[in-house]
């Protein structure tokens, strides 16, 4: 049973810092694309950051030097690291798996950036 468990979100004040993890299981972790996406209420969502299991990392524009991915193949774990976050990046955060045709989700985590 493949499982993706975001942790890591709250609520934290215009120019903080958070960092999310996603741990997964049930796949070989190395061989998987892994990305982060978000979802604000009423808006479709959106990629945030991809790290494929080669090649280069990519940021959504709107978080480009603010935000950055990283992986742990050896923890089955991706990261998130977001910076001077803005009230903007309020959203739903999500993780996500990918490897040719197989696609999965996790849950979700929240983020509220508010004063």
């Known amino acids: 049973q493949v499982q993706l468990v975001e942790s890591g979100g709250g609520v934290v004040q215009p120019g903080g810092s958070l960092r999310l993890s996603c741990a997964a299981s049930?796949?070989?972790?190395?061989?998987?694309?892994m990305n982060w996406y978000r979802q604000a209420p009423g808006a479709q969502r959106e990629l945030v950051a991809a790290?494929?299991?080669?090649?280069?990392?990519n940021y959504g524009d709107s978080v480009k030097g603010r935000f950055t991915i990283s992986r742990d193949n050896a923890k089955n774990t991706v990261y998130l690291q977001m910076n001077s976050l803005k009230p903007e990046d309020t959203a739903v955060y999500y993780c996500?798996?990918?490897?040719?045709?197989?696609?999965?989700w996790g849950q979700g985590t929240q983020v509220t950036v508010s004063s």
């Open positions: 996500n798996a990918v490897y040719f045709t197989n696609r999965y």
């Open positions: 790290i494929p299991s080669k090649g280069s990392i």
């Open positions: 049930g796949i070989r972790f190395s061989n998987y694309a």
